[in-house]
């Protein structure tokens, strides 16, 4: 399974789904965890809101509620979601209203089963061409204190054509996170390599980046790893004092600001790119959690095929 080495002394509770409409509820231990929202209004599905096994939301609640209070701004940043800024010109993370951005539009309803949830996707260009596709697939478990989330990425380049993705900074595999996990509001921003704080690990390489805040008064934190079978592994990381974070191995100007140097991909018509990702969502900060020790865990564990 994609959990295995997850801990795996500690003591588990049972993942079920329940279909609520265009979303479907992830429960862990028949208490709420999050929800996979596949509704076509949005311009792509996402996992929204996150809960610490204690049950505090730790993501944001807009755009999907309005609270008072809270910091407003890209509406585009829901929960954990895939997306990139340039895909064959087309913008697959900005959602400037339909028309004007491309969609991850659904092909078939999610599939459930065991620990995982999947859909298949479609890279909708703005006038509704097919360029390629791409099947999510979300397993979850609890141990401890710990929740997981392991993610595949697969994106396929069959819609007739070669995938260029283009190197830009708006792109990867994501999370966004509420105001407390701001940098400004006192949130602590890790990466593997020992670097703290926004302005020393946005853009640079890294096997793993954790946020972590006091959140009701519980030190919480959340945490994403990069799979070392992934494309230009260590990746580099859209980590923002705003408590956005990305993985994102296509931007390597863009990170850098020399431009000599180009991110950009290009997936052969007929291929396929797989991308491998944990989130960990811990109590304390990231030593208190032993992130190292998860991580390699994570690491070593074999790919599925």
Same mark, same amino acid.
């Given at each position: 399974?994609?959990?295995?080495?997850?801990?795996?002394?500690?003591?588990?509770?049972?993942?079920?789904?329940?279909?609520?409409?265009?979303?479907?509820?992830?429960?862990?231990?028949?208490?709420?965890?999050?929800?996979?929202?596949?509704?076509?209004?949005?311009?792509?599905?996402?996992? #929204?809101?996150?809960?610490?096994?204690?049950?505090?939301?730790?993501?944001?609640?807009?755009?999907?509620?309005?609270?008072?209070?809270?910091?407003?701004? #890209?509406?585009? #940043?829901?929960?954990?979601?895939?997306?990139?800024?340039?895909?064959?010109?087309?913008?697959?993370?900005?959602?400037?209203?339909?028309?004007?951005?491309?969609?991850?539009?659904?092909?078939?309803?999610?599939?459930?089963?065991?620990?995982?949830?999947?859909?298949?996707?479609?890279?909708?260009?703005?006038?509704?061409?097919?360029?390629?596709?791409?099947?999510?697939?979300?397993?979850?478990?609890?141990?401890?204190?710990?929740?997981?989330?392991?993610?595949?990425?697969?994106?396929?380049?069959?819609?007739?054509?070669?995938?260029?993705?283009?190197?830009?900074?708006?792109?990867?595999?994501?999370?966004?996170?509420?105001?407390?996990?701001?940098?400004?509001?006192?949130?602590?921003?890790?990466?593997?390599?020992?670097?703290?704080?926004?302005?020393?690990?946005?853009?640079?390489?890294?096997?793993?980046?954790?946020?972590?805040?006091?959140?009701?008064?519980?030190?919480?934190?959340?945490?994403?790893?990069? #799979?070392?079978?992934?494309?230009?592994?260590?990746?580099?990381?859209?980590?923002?004092?705003?408590?956005?974070?990305?993985?994102?191995?296509?931007?390597?100007?863009?990170?850098?600001?020399?431009?000599?140097?180009?991110?950009?991909?290009?997936?052969?018509?007929?291929?396929?790119?797989?991308?491998?990702?944990?989130?960990?969502?811990?109590?304390?900060?990231?030593?208190?959690?032993?992130?190292?020790?998860?991580?390699?865990?994570?690491?070593?564990?074999?790919?599925?095929?």
């Amino acid at each position: 399974t994609f959990l295995a080495g997850a801990a795996a002394a500690a003591p588990r509770a049972k993942v079920s789904f329940v279909p609520a409409g265009a979303k479907i509820d992830v429960l862990i231990g028949g208490a709420p965890f999050t929800s996979f929202h596949f509704d076509p209004k949005w311009d792509k599905p996402f996992l #929204h809101p996150l809960r610490t096994a204690s049950g505090k939301v730790i993501t944001r609640w807009f755009p999907l509620e309005d609270r008072p209070g809270e910091r407003q701004d #890209h509406p585009w #940043h829901r929960g954990i979601w895939w997306g990139h800024g340039d895909i064959n010109g087309e913008d697959f993370w900005r959602e400037q209203g339909r028309g004007k951005t491309a969609r991850l539009a659904l092909e078939s309803p999610p599939r459930t089963g065991g620990t995982t949830l999947s859909a298949r996707l479609a890279l909708e260009a703005r006038e509704g061409r097919k360029l390629g596709s791409v099947l999510e697939e979300f397993s979850f478990d609890q141990a401890g204190a710990n929740r997981f989330i392991d993610a595949r990425i697969t994106i396929a380049a069959d819609g007739g054509t070669a995938l260029k993705f283009g190197d830009t900074d708006d792109g990867g595999f994501a999370f966004r996170l509420s105001d407390a996990f701001q940098q400004a509001a006192g949130a602590e921003l890790r990466n593997s390599e020992g670097l703290a704080g926004t302005e020393k690990i946005w853009g640079k390489p890294a096997r793993w980046v954790d946020y972590s805040a006091v959140v009701e008064g519980e030190k919480t934190g959340v945490a994403i790893f990069d #799979h070392p079978s992934n494309l230009r592994h260590p990746t580099g990381w859209h980590a923002r004092g705003y408590s956005l974070c990305a993985a994102n191995p296509f931007a390597l100007r863009s990170f850098t600001g020399d431009k000599s140097k180009d991110g950009s991909y290009t997936l052969p018509a007929g291929g396929r790119l797989v991308f491998r990702y944990r989130v960990v969502i811990h109590p304390g900060d990231a030593r208190q959690a032993g992130i190292e020790e998860l991580y390699r865990q994570f690491g070593s564990a074999t790919a599925p095929a």
